[in-house]
Every structure is written in structure tokens, then in C-alpha cells.
């Protein structure tokens, strides 16, 4: 063997052994993931089960799930955990020290600029595109929780209520949180390795056990207990999430393998396949890359379930909903016939969250800063600023369509079906082409794809936004308003005929009602 052919052979065989451990890293992850969150779910029943609230305080109810939830950060991720104490230690000192006026710029700055810095050692100083000890993940949940709840507090303790809208008025907290209580928060084995984001406020009640409760106020101002009613088993919700689980899994381990979204920039594939057949690859390889989200989205929520959070009142029907803290609306998901209905049902949590903290309260084009958060908050590949930027230009063609269409193709029903079905293959081709660079991660194959579609929904898009401009008119706004009025007046009869229940019932189901309608609202303008 000459000496060139040794060397490459050599390069050969160490690029095989680097894949190789490469790929029981990721194995090893991934089973890490599963085992803990099986331990949580079981932890989170003999939880519901042995430290309920109606037979233990509640200091030691978040001790419990606070030490839970750091053993599980440090058998997943080793010493990596200790950012997840820091991270959240430091932000508690910047409320303490700074005060309410100002902590929520303070730590929203921090918290944000801590998980970057976080992301940036893990991509770029260990493999990029590969495994490493991705610790990030819980940090990009807590960052949620630190910034929601600095927000919350700034609003509750220093903002006068007539300047709150009705949800921030819902959400705000009125007193300082102890240490111990904002660690369980931030902490707590039900959410840590996977989410969902809960608002203070409802974890806190869930805690104390305050969702069984029917409440009036008193003379004093305080609520006063009038009785406490049975508590609703999560046992039927948690039993269906999970059967959800594992046709995710099964679906991923089975499916999602066979088409990769790689394939889309495959040379053989581009030159050969013809454009029907490039778009119904593209659509079906996107398709089965979602089920390992709702896999690990599903499970997180049915472990707060079997903990006995996650309870959000009644149905007409009298049925419990256990869906307070949902992520994602499946069904809806696949059946979004438009890019708005598809990001209302994904990612439910962190939609809202980007909403509390961003969209209404930026005062300078509030679709761009939101969509330049949500990437900032994923991490520092450039296919997600790549995929959020496509966003921007997609949402707001998206919005300035169905403005000035949609309205014609309401009646008579057979119209609506076919405009139905057009909106819902045009969306489904859409949000793939966006997130393609979200899942390719680096510039050149995002732009190789990009350069095989020709671009041609960016320039769709850009060209339907200089045919179809969409203003804001004082009459959409003075109809916004009176929609939000109209449901704060609805949620204030029923708190008043119904009192509170179920992490304050009435309360969550009108600010999720009412934030709702917001969202709807601010997205179609």
C-alpha cells in the first residue's frame, strides 16, 4: 500500500469510527430522555398519589419536585445540569437587587443572553450538527420561565392594573416569590428536560392545591374558601396522551428513518424527480419528522397530568380538560388550512410565551421582533434564522391573502369546501418549504434547497405583499377592542356566578379565551 493510499484509508477509518460515536452518543441521548421522563411519569403518580395537597404542605411538595427534577438534569446531562442553578439563582438575585421597575429588561437580557452563550460553546466549540451534551434544551424551557415570570411580577407589583390588557391582568403576580418556590418553578422534575412552559400563577395553585377549591371573595378582598369539591382523576387524559406516544414512536422509529429530509437535496433526486413528485417528497419527508416532537410534547404533558397539573374546569358536556398546558393540537395541526391556523396549534406554550413577552409589548413592527426572538431562543444555526425570516415574509403574504380572498369564497358550502381544500395543500407545502432549513440546519444545503425551488415562494410571497397590501384601519382596531371587552365582560359574569376553580377555572379558561382571540386578532393584521 503506498503511502497516499494509507493516509486516506486511515481518514477513511477514523471518519467511520467518528460516526459510529456519533451515533451511539445520540442513542445513548435519546435513551437517557426516555428513561428519565418514564421515571418522571411515574414519579409525577406516586406524586399525586402519596404527597397530595390535601395531606402535605405545600413547602414540602416543591422541595420534592424541585430535588426530582434536579436528580433527573444530572442523570441526563452530568455536571451540564449546574447552568440550570445558576442560570435560574442569578435571575432571582437581578429581581431581588434590581426592583420591580426594571428587573423584567434585566433578566429578560440575562436569561436570553446566558442561553445563547450556552448554545454557542455547545455547537461551535464541541461537534456542530451533532450530538453533544445538549443541555441547552431545558435552559431554553427555564429562559421561558424566568422571563415569563419577571414580566409577570413587573406587571403585578409596578404596572396599575388600567394599563394591563386583560390576560396580563390574569397572569400578573402580586408578591415576590421565594427562593424555594421559584427553584421548584423553574425546576420541577414534571417540566424540566421537556416543557411545557406554565404560568407561575397556575403552578403555584396547583402546588398549594387551590384548583379543587370554589372561592368567593370576602370583605377583606381575599379569596375565602366556600368548599372543596372531589378532585378529577387525570387517569383517562393520561391514558390517551400516552397511547399518542407511542404511535409517535412508533410512527418515528418506523417511518420518519425511510424519508429523511436530507433526500430533498440529493443531487440524483433534484436532476431526476419531476416537480410533483419533489413536492409530494417534501411534504411527506416534513410530515414524518413531526412525530418525535409530538412524542416528547405528548409525554411532558401527560406526566403533569398524572401530577394532577394540567386541569383546566369542565366541558359543556361536564367532562374534565385536561389540556391547560397543552403544546400541540395534533389534528389541527394537520388539517391547518392556513399558516396562522398551523402556528396557533404548534408549539402552544411557546407561542404564547413569545406573545406575553414580545408581540404585545414591541412598539416597532411586533411580527419581525417576534419572529427574530423565536430564532434567537432556538439556538445559533443559521437554518433557523433562515426558516424565521422565510417565516416573516410567509405569515404576512399569508395574512394579506386570506384579507382580501378569503371573504369570497364563504358561501355557498361546495365553494368553501374546495377553497378548503386548496388553502390546506398550498399551507401544507408552505410551512415544509419554511422549515426545511430548520431541520438542514447550515447555509449551504438550506440554499441549495432554496435554489431548487428557484425561491419561488419567497418571491410568491414578496410579490403578494406589493399586490395585496394589508393596512391596519381604525376600525379593525376599534373592532379588536371590542372583542377583548366583550370577553373580559364574559369571563367577569362567569367568575362572578361560578367563583374560581381549577388553577382559579374561570381565570384560566377566559385568559386562554381571551388570548385566544388576541393572538387571532394580532396575527391577522
Given at each position: 500500500?503506498?503511502?497516499?493510499?494509507?493516509?486516506?484509508?486511515?481518514?477513511?477509518?477514523?471518519?467511520?469510527?467518528?460516526?459510529?460515536?456519533?451515533?451511539?452518543?445520540?442513542?445513548?441521548?435519546?435513551?437517557?430522555?426516555?428513561?428519565?421522563?418514564?421515571?418522571?411519569?411515574?414519579?409525577?403518580?406516586?406524586?399525586?398519589?402519596?404527597?397530595?395537597?390535601?395531606?402535605?404542605?405545600?413547602?414540602?411538595?416543591?422541595?420534592?419536585?424541585?430535588?426530582?427534577?434536579?436528580?433527573?438534569?444530572?442523570?441526563?446531562?452530568?455536571?451540564?445540569?449546574?447552568?440550570?442553578?445558576?442560570?435560574?439563582?442569578?435571575?432571582?438575585?437581578?429581581?431581588?437587587?434590581?426592583?420591580?421597575?426594571?428587573?423584567?429588561?434585566?433578566?429578560?437580557?440575562?436569561?436570553?443572553?446566558?442561553?445563547?452563550?450556552?448554545?454557542?460553546?455547545?455547537?461551535?466549540?464541541?461537534?456542530?450538527?451533532?450530538?453533544?451534551?445538549?443541555?441547552?434544551?431545558?435552559?431554553?424551557?427555564?429562559?421561558?420561565?424566568?422571563?415569563?415570570?419577571?414580566?409577570?411580577?413587573?406587571?403585578?407589583?409596578?404596572?396599575?392594573?388600567?394599563?394591563?390588557?386583560?390576560?396580563?391582568?390574569?397572569?400578573?403576580?402580586?408578591?415576590?416569590?421565594?427562593?424555594?418556590?421559584?427553584?421548584?418553578?423553574?425546576?420541577?422534575?414534571?417540566?424540566?428536560?421537556?416543557?411545557?412552559?406554565?404560568?407561575?400563577?397556575?403552578?403555584?395553585?396547583?402546588?398549594?392545591?387551590?384548583?379543587?377549591?370554589?372561592?368567593?371573595?370576602?370583605?377583606?378582598?381575599?379569596?375565602?374558601?366556600?368548599?372543596?369539591?372531589?378532585?378529577?382523576?387525570?387517569?383517562?387524559?393520561?391514558?390517551?396522551?400516552?397511547?399518542?406516544?407511542?404511535?409517535?414512536?412508533?410512527?418515528?422509529?418506523?417511518?420518519?428513518?425511510?424519508?429523511?429530509?436530507?433526500?430533498?437535496?440529493?443531487?440524483?433526486?433534484?436532476?431526476?424527480?419531476?416537480?410533483?413528485?419533489?413536492?409530494?417528497?417534501?411534504?411527506?419527508?416534513?410530515?414524518?419528522?413531526?412525530?418525535?416532537?409530538?412524542?416528547?410534547?405528548?409525554l411532558a404533558d401527560a406526566i403533569n397530568n398524572a401530577a394532577g397539573f394540567g386541569f383546566r374546569g369542565y366541558d359543556q358536556n361536564g367532562a374534565a380538560r385536561w389540556?391547560?398546558?397543552?403544546?400541540?393540537?395534533?389534528?389541527?395541526?394537520?388539517?391547518?388550512?392556513?399558516?396562522?391556523?398551523?402556528?396557533?396549534?404548534?408549539?402552544?406554550?411557546?407561542?404564547?410565551?413569545?406573545?406575553?413577552?414580545?408581540?404585545?409589548?414591541?412598539?416597532?413592527?411586533?411580527?419581525?421582533?417576534?419572529?427574530?426572538?423565536?430564532?434567537?431562543?432556538?439556538?445559533?444555526?443559521?437554518?433557523?434564522?433562515?426558516?424565521?425570516?422565510?417565516?416573516?415574509?410567509?405569515?404576512?403574504?399569508?395574512?394579506?391573502?386570506?384579507?382580501?380572498?378569503?371573504?369570497?369564497?364563504?358561501?355557498?358550502?361546495?365553494?368553501?369546501?374546495?377553497?378548503?381544500?386548496?388553502?390546506?395543500?398550498?399551507?401544507?407545502?408552505?410551512?415544509?418549504?419554511?422549515?426545511?432549513?430548520?431541520?438542514?440546519?447550515?447555509?449551504?444545503?438550506?440554499?441549495?434547497?432554496?435554489?431548487?425551488?428557484?425561491?419561488?415562494?419567497?418571491?410568491?410571497?414578496?410579490?403578494?405583499?406589493?399586490?395585496?397590501?394589508?393596512?391596519?384601519?381604525?376600525?379593525?382596531?376599534?373592532?379588536?377592542?371590542?372583542?377583548?371587552?366583550?370577553?373580559?365582560?364574559?369571563?367577569?359574569?362567569?367568575?362572578?356566578?361560578?367563583?374560581?376553580?381549577?388553577?382559579?377555572?374561570?381565570?384560566?379558561?377566559?385568559?386562554?379565551?381571551?388570548?385566544?382571540?388576541s393572538r387571532h386578532s394580532s396575527l391577522k393584521q
Amino acid at each position: 500500500m503506498t503511502k497516499g493510499k494509507r493516509i486516506l484509508w486511515e481518514k477513511t477509518e477514523q471518519q467511520q469510527y467518528y460516526v459510529y460515536v456519533i451515533s451511539c452518543l445520540q442513542v445513548r441521548s435519546n435513551v437517557n430522555f426516555v428513561v428519565c421522563q418514564v421515571f418522571a411519569l411515574l414519579a409525577a403518580i406516586w406524586f399525586r398519589t402519596y404527597l397530595r395537597s390535601s395531606k402535605t404542605s405545600s413547602f414540602i411538595r416543591h422541595v420534592v419536585a424541585t430535588l426530582l427534577g434536579l436528580y433527573l438534569a444530572l442523570f441526563c446531562f452530568g455536571w451540564y445540569a449546574l447552568h440550570f442553578l445558576v442560570q435560574s439563582g442569578i435571575s432571582y438575585c437581578i429581581m431581588i437587587i434590581i426592583g420591580v421597575e426594571n428587573m423584567h429588561k434585566y433578566c429578560f437580557v440575562f436569561a436570553l443572553g446566558y442561553l445563547t452563550v450556552c448554545q454557542i460553546t455547545r455547537v461551535y466549540i464541541f461537534d456542530y450538527g451533532q450530538y453533544s451534551a445538549d443541555f441547552s434544551g431545558p435552559m431554553m424551557i427555564i429562559t421561558q420561565k424566568i422571563t415569563s415570570l419577571a414580566y409577570e411580577i413587573h406587571d403585578g407589583m409596578f404596572r396599575k392594573d388600567e394599563e394591563l390588557t386583560p390576560s396580563q391582568r390574569g397572569l400578573a403576580v402580586r408578591r415576590m416569590p421565594s427562593l424555594l418556590e421559584y427553584l421548584s418553578y423553574n425546576c420541577n422534575f414534571m417540566g424540566i428536560l421537556a416543557g411545557p412552559l406554565c404560568s407561575y400563577k397556575d403552578y403555584i395553585t396547583f402546588i398549594e392545591g387551590r384548583s379543587d377549591h370554589m372561592t368567593q371573595s370576602g370583605e377583606n378582598g381575599k379569596e375565602e374558601m366556600l368548599y372543596r369539591r372531589t378532585e378529577p382523576s387525570p387517569n383517562v387524559a393520561v391514558i390517551q396522551k400516552l397511547l399518542v406516544c407511542g404511535l409517535s414512536l412508533l410512527f418515528h422509529l418506523t417511518i420518519s428513518k425511510t424519508l429523511p429530509v436530507e433526500y430533498n437535496i440529493d443531487e440524483h433526486f433534484q436532476a431526476t424527480a419531476s416537480w410533483p413528485t419533489k413536492v409530494i417528497y417534501l411534504y411527506v419527508s416534513l410530515l414524518a419528522a413531526r412525530p418525535k416532537y409530538y412524542f416528547a410534547w405528548t409525554l411532558a404533558d401527560a406526566i403533569n397530568n398524572a401530577a394532577g397539573f394540567g386541569f383546566r374546569g369542565y366541558d359543556q358536556n361536564g367532562a374534565a380538560r385536561w389540556d391547560l398546558i397543552s403544546n400541540l393540537r395534533i389534528q389541527q395541526i394537520e388539517m391547518s388550512t392556513s399558516f396562522k391556523m398551523f402556528v396557533d396549534n404548534w408549539n402552544i406554550q411557546t407561542a404564547l410565551w413569545l406573545k406575553r413577552v414580545c408581540y404585545e409589548r414591541a412598539s416597532l413592527s411586533p411580527t419581525i421582533q417576534t419572529f427574530i426572538l423565536s430564532a434567537i431562543w432556538h439556538g445559533v444555526y443559521p437554518g433557523y434564522y433562515l426558516t424565521f425570516l422565510t417565516g416573516v415574509v410567509i405569515t404576512l403574504a399569508a395574512r394579506a391573502i386570506r384579507k382580501n380572498i378569503r371573504r369570497y369564497f364563504i358561501e355557498p358550502p361546495q365553494l368553501k369546501l374546495f377553497y378548503d381544500i386548496i388553502t390546506w395543500i398550498v399551507t401544507q407545502i408552505a410551512v415544509s418549504y419554511t422549515v426545511v432549513p430548520f431541520v438542514l440546519l447550515s447555509v449551504k444545503p438550506s440554499f441549495k434547497f432554496y435554489s431548487s425551488w428557484y425561491y419561488c415562494l419567497h418571491i410568491a410571497g414578496v410579490l403578494v405583499l406589493l399586490l395585496l397590501p394589508v393596512k391596519r384601519t381604525e376600525r379593525g382596531k376599534n373592532a379588536t377592542e371590542n372583542v377583548q371587552l366583550s370577553h373580559s365582560k364574559k369571563c367577569d359574569d362567569t367568575e362572578n356566578s361560578l367563583g374560581q376553580n381549577s388553577f382559579s377555572t374561570t381565570n384560566s379558561v377566559c385568559n386562554q379565551n381571551q388570548e385566544v382571540t388576541s393572538r387571532h386578532s394580532s396575527l391577522k393584521q
